[in-house]
């Protein structure tokens, strides 16, 4: 027999020698003083020179095994095969594992993996393993723990897994760690490359700084605190129906293609602060879902960046904190509910923004949000269409690209303080209590539409605001009479923008039957406060800036109309100057002389736009001189007549003949010195007669002016 032969048949003897001795109880092995060192030389014979067959070793019970820093490594790549096997703990700390392992069923005490290479693939489907220990550990093969138990701490710090894992519904007990784990898989983009399917986490979870591709924990339970801040995807996640019952921690990951966490339930708190969602090439998948998803505790996405995000039909019971989150394309909350504070304070919308019939039950904060909208002009940049605000909403300095809210209800107070409408807007709101009201104190609104709905009509207070070609309007024509009883303007500007001017004109038959009046609401809400002190010099401003403004789009009527608003409220503030004993004597004066002044112009031609007053005042004025010239003694005579005589010292007098004559002298002379003819005929005797005689002269030159004054603006109105 030839060398060769011969030791073909030695390995073979010896094989099937370790073979026996593997397939032996542990009693029998003590019973023959076989050491577990002998077990051990008995499963590398196997591994390197056994068979397929041989390597069958399923139902085993083995002894601690320890293989460190050894290369196992067999003359052919059949796997060896522990399925069902019972080992009380594999060491294989840094060896070089070059053989396939399964270890289906097996039941493990320790599997430790620290620092091994594993250059074939690893099943342990089924298994139940104590402790699983695998840091830095390299697996050039597949990885399959699927259906596992591991009842202790799984320990993958650092690991490396260069092709598929998966740990579908496994049931880990105990602590699991991949901090700082590389999870590659292959190229097959067909499959998730690391899978947690229906895995059940019953102590707490870390993936740190975790490194993966595709990945999906799919329908995962989390009883303890989940942790994957700063982990970064650079695959699909799936997080679909997950619950996690404790913290869940995301703070910092990114996520480079698209993720999902449809229904997922987040019991305990959910933090995503500083978290990147870039969602992938795909067309018709979201890049990021939370379709449905509920949080019971807080959530916060503060200071996250998306590239798009679905958070439709989401739940969120506790405070849920968007601030200064960015969306570089379209972020949808259509039908979520926000059952506490919503936060959105300085979020950046760069496409367009969907909170259609969305349900704020507590406050919600958009103060410094921006809505820029995306390039498709047919949409709405921001839509809060259908949105119950059961709370106080508070845009703040918000700025819209466009705008839509229609059938929004307000329960209290809508805060617009300092908003931008830079395009289209429509805001067809309605209240649910009386105290409900739109304050858009210093907003700038360019062009849009705001319409008062059939019953719970909003006030609206533009205080300082800028108005453009702003239409507003009513769904009830019928009550469009009162329509500007629930607008509020004051100090507001109403022609900042260019070609875009606001129309008095459409609402002259309110204002006409109201007097003109902008600055004041109707008074049957007795419980608002004014954002600004309603002081003379306030009102004057504000009907000063519509005077302005009516005039530079040619409605000279209202022009005129604010024009006498403005002369009324100067002088209130002229009064109040000079009434002000804090001010010098010199201006105190001169103010009491301004609203003399004023109050002379109101009276006698309603400061140029009373035409007949001023003809009234015209035409009856020299009647009062004519009578102090017939009756007020020679202090007030005139050639016109004996009015000394004792005769006429009675009224009753002036129905005789003489009377009469005396009258119709005095009378004629008073009107022609008024209108400055000065026949001669007649001519004042008394000191007290010249002198009314020379302030008529000068009366009526001023009352002429007044009168030619308001014939001119008579024309232009």
């Not at 005769?647 to 009107?671: D, H, I, K, M, R």
Request: hydrophobic share 40%; glycine share 8%.
């Amino acid at each position: 027999m030839s060398d060769s032969t011969t030791d073909g048949g030695s390995n073979r003897v010896a094989v099937s020698r370790a073979t026996d001795i593997l397939d032996m109880e542990p009693q029998t092995r003590r019973e023959e003083e076989i050491t577990d060192a002998d077990v051990a030389d008995a499963l590398r014979a196997v591994i390197a020179r056994g068979s397929e067959s041989d390597k069958q070793l399923g139902d085993v019970s083995l002894p601690a095994l320890s293989f460190d820093y050894e290369v196992l490594e067999g003359a052919n790549t059949y796997p060896l095969d522990l399925t069902g096997a019972t080992i009380d703990s594999l060491c294989l700390e840094r060896a070089d594992v070059r053989v396939p392992l399964v270890l289906d069923d097996a039941e493990i005490g320790e599997l430790d993996l620290d620092y091994a290479r594993l250059g074939r693939d690893l099943s342990a489907r089924e298994a139940t393993v104590d402790s699983l220990a695998g840091y830095e550990t390299v697996f050039d093969g597949n990885a399959e723990f699927c259906g596992a138990t591991i009842t202790g701490q799984a320990a993958f710090r650092e690991a490396t897994f260069d092709d598929d894992v998966s740990f579908d519904e496994v049931a880990f007990e105990g602590e699991v760690i991949f901090d700082a784990a590389e999870l590659y898989g292959d190229s097959n983009r067909l499959d998730d490359n690391t899978s947690f399917r229906n895995a059940h986490f019953r102590g707490p979870v870390s993936f740190r700084q975790t490194v993966g591709e595709f990945t999906s924990f799919e329908g995962s339970v989390f009883e303890e605190e989940a942790v994957f801040s700063e982990a970064t995807f650079d695959g699909d996640v799936d997080f679909a129906d997950a619950t996690f019952h404790s913290t869940a921690t995301f703070e910092e990951s990114e996520f480079r293609e698209d993720t999902t966490f449809a229904n997922a339930a987040f019991e305990g708190e959910a933090v995503f602060e500083g978290a990147t969602f870039e969602g992938g090439a795909h067309v018709i998948e979201d890049d990021l879902t939370f379709e449905g998803a509920v949080f019971e505790a807080t959530v916060t996405f503060e200071v996250a960046t998306f590239r798009e995000a679905n958070f439709t039909r989401a739940e969120f019971r506790d405070e849920a904190t968007f601030e200064q989150c960015e969306w570089d394309r379209d972020a949808a909350f259509c039908a979520a509910t926000f059952e506490a504070m919503a936060d959105f304070d300085e979020a950046r919308f760069q496409a367009d923004a969907d909170f259609t019939d969305t349900h704020f039950q507590g406050e919600c904060d958009f103060r410094g949000a921006e809505f820029h909208g995306g390039d498709n002009h047919l949409d709405v940049a921001a839509t809060f269409n259908g949105v119950s605000f059961d709370a106080d909403a508070d845009f703040d300095n918000a700025l819209f690209g466009t705008a839509e809210f229609v059938d929004v209800v307000f329960a209290g107070l809508a805060d617009f303080q300092g908003a931008v409408f830079e395009g289209e807007f429509t805001l067809d709101v309605t209240q649910r209590t009386n105290n409900a009201y739109v304050n858009c104190t210093e907003a700038a609104l360019k062009t849009g539409t705001i319409v008062q709905p059939d019953g719970g009509w909003v006030r609206y207070d533009f205080t300082r605001a800028s108005l453009g070609s702003v239409s507003l309007s009513s769904e009830t024509k019928s009550d469009r009479k009162e329509l500007l009883d629930y607008f509020r303007f004051c100090e507001t500007e109403f022609n900042e923008f260019d070609g875009h001017e606001f129309d008095f004109s459409e609402h002259t038959d309110y204002l006409d039957r109201n007097n003109w009046e902008l600055h004041v609401f109707d008074d049957t809400w007795a419980d608002y406060e004014p954002t600004v002190k309603l002081r003379p010099e306030t009102i004057e401003r504000t009907y000063l800036k519509a005077k302005i403004a009516a005039s530079s789009v040619g409605n000279q009527q209202a022009a005129g109309e604010f024009r006498v608003k403005r002369q009324q409220f100067a002088r209130k503030k002229y009064w109040g100057i000079a009434r002000n004993g804090a001010e010098d004597a010199a201006t105190r004066a001169r103010n009491g002389l301004r609203a003399i002044e004023n109050l002379f112009l109101g009276i006698s031609c309603g400061y140029g736009l009373r035409l007949f007053r001023i003809i009234g005042v015209f035409l009856i004025f020299p009647v009062f001189p004519a009578l102090l010239y017939t009756f007020g003694g020679s202090a007030f005579a005139t050639s016109g007549g004996p009015i000394n005589d004792r005769t006429l010292a009675s009224l009753s007098a002036v129905v005789t003949p003489e009377g009469a004559q005396v009258l119709f002298e005095n009378v004629a002379f008073s009107y022609i010195t008024f209108l400055t003819v000065g026949y001669g005929n007649v001519g004042p005797t008394g000191w007290a007669a010249k002198i009314l005689a020379a302030s008529e002269v000068y009366i009526g030159v001023i009352l002429g002016g007044l009168l030619l004054y308001a014939l001119i603006k008579r024309s232009e109105v």
